[in-house]
């Protein structure tokens, strides 16, 4: 049995951006708190308060914390709701002063009140934690406290690990590197195989595949949305989107009608360079724009960092002849697996490891995933993810305006092109010459995260959120 069980929808969520730890996890926790509350009578619910500690409060504003919170107290899905009904709701609360909870009962409720921003106090369990402050009409009164702990995962105060259940037994149980190199020299599979038997003990592999599926018709509309949407970011940085221009650029005047035509016409331009490398940009920008503009993404670990493995993975498909659903689903739990390893070993939360939790391990995850895809053994691929990650070791959170924007969008570029590098690498190596393995970089991944400044871990305090003035664009 293994000390926690994670499966590859709980690396990979589908949600709404811009952020997996405060803005995703927020709005799941107060699912849970809506649920919680639904046992003692939600109609009988007088008052609600929100009390936002650390990191939450922080960056709060600039990740859309407060509107997340608001949002699920709603009982609205973070998956299925109309990212275009967002600002229009937000503003009718805020107009109205009342919340419907759950969907069932108003109350009053005014978020410039009600939502508090507490940006002195800091819980001890981790940075981003949030509590809810619940009032009943016969008298009761209850307060329950939830964690954000990064890429989605929330953990109600007292529980432990976040997946998808902490008892379930599976076949190849897998907490480091090693044991998951051991599990696939046992069965002969390779990682992605691996997965999938443990997959299974959740359901059947075609539910296995029709979800892995849809998490990358999710991430491949984002791409292609993200690619034709020009504007700038809301916010207030003035940060331009740059995708739409670039692809322009790219496709130079030709036309298409929908994703499989424009992917013929990426396909058409050739493999040189400068060509790929600024395709796989493209994907990446596209993405992470799209997070920014609270758009349907999936966290891949992270929100902040959602647009490397979809740019490596749209990468094989458009030039790796990678345009097949076995290769893609492969590619997705080869890649998942390797984030299930951070989240067990480290962290996947910046506010608690800073950036190198967020984009390093993205990265990690990408170049694993290529490195099977294109044919590696699973010692390559393990070296391939140790690579990426040894390159973004100490990597600073440091968003300027606590906005997902300066530098976030262009280091998910610069960690799908590192991802790529390291799967070539790796492919080309003798990974038993490495000095290094998969589990000493997750080691020092966390040692380093403990030993970072809290200034440079997601807190809008140090780095570059205290050098760029407010107002300018990332160009």
Not at 87 to 110: C, N, S, Y
Request: proline share 3%; charged share 20%; with cysteine.
């Amino acid at each position: 049995m293994n000390k926690e069980s994670i499966s590859v929808f709980d690396i990979f969520k589908i949600g709404v951006g811009p952020s997996s730890s405060h803005t995703l996890g927020p709005w799941r926790a107060a699912l849970r708190f809506i649920d919680s509350i639904k046992a003692k009578g939600i109609d009988k619910v007088q008052q609600v308060r929100v009390l936002l500690y650390g990191s939450l409060a922080k960056t709060g504003k600039g990740h859309g914390t407060d509107v997340a919170v608001l949002l699920g107290l709603c009982g609205e899905d973070p998956v299925t709701f109309d990212v275009n009904e967002i600002t229009p709701r937000i503003q009718q609360i805020g107009a109205e002063k009342t919340l419907d909870l759950g969907g069932m009962h108003k109350i009053a409720f005014d978020p410039a009140v009600d939502v508090v921003f507490l940006m002195t106090e800091s819980l001890q369990y981790h940075p981003n934690a949030l509590t809810f402050l619940c009032s009943f009409g016969n008298g009761e009164e209850i307060a329950e406290t939830y964690f954000s702990i990064g890429g989605g995962f929330v953990v109600k105060e007292g529980e432990e690990g976040g997946g998808s259940g902490d008892f379930v037994h599976l076949p190849y149980p897998i907490e480091k590197a090693d044991s998951l190199l051991a599990a696939c020299k046992r069965t002969g599979l390779p990682i992605s195989g691996v997965v999938m038997e443990n997959e299974k003990t959740w359901r059947n592999e075609e539910d296995t595949r029709k979800g892995i599926l849809r998490i990358w018709h999710t991430m491949r509309d984002c791409i292609y949305r993200g690619s034709h949407i020009g504007g700038e970011l809301p916010g207030g940085l003035n940060v331009t989107r740059r995708a739409a221009d670039l692809n322009k650029k790219l496709t130079k005047g030709n036309t298409y009608s929908n994703y499989n035509e424009w992917l013929q016409v990426i396909r058409s331009g050739g493999h040189s360079f400068q060509y790929t490398l600024d395709w796989v940009s493209c994907f990446a920008l596209a993405v992470n724009e799209e997070n920014a503009s609270f758009g349907r993404v999936v966290t891949a670990p992270t929100n902040g960092a959602a647009g490397v493995v979809p740019a490596v993975l749209q990468y094989f498909i458009a030039f790796c002849d990678g345009d097949s659903d076995d290769k893609i689903v492969n590619f997705l739990l080869t890649a998942s697996e390797i984030g299930s390893i951070f989240k067990k070993g480290a962290t996947l939360s910046a506010a608690m490891g800073g950036c190198q939790a967020e984009i390093g391990v993205s990265s990690s995850m990408a170049a694993a995933a290529l490195a099977e895809a294109l044919g590696g053994t699973v010692e390559q691929c393990l070296m391939a993810g140790e690579i990426a990650m040894e390159h973004h070791l100490g990597l600073t959170c440091d968003p300027v305006g606590g906005l997902v924007q300066v530098p976030c969008i262009e280091r998910n570029t610069m960690g799908a092109i590192k991802a790529i590098t390291a799967a070539q690498l790796a492919l080309q190596g003798n990974p038993g010459n490495a000095r290094i393995t998969l589990d000493a970089v997750v080691n020092t991944m966390y040692e380093t995260a403990l030993d970072m400044n809290h200034k440079y871990k997601e807190t809008a305090e140090g780095g570059l959120a205290v050098q760029v003035p407010l107002g300018l664009s990332e160009c």
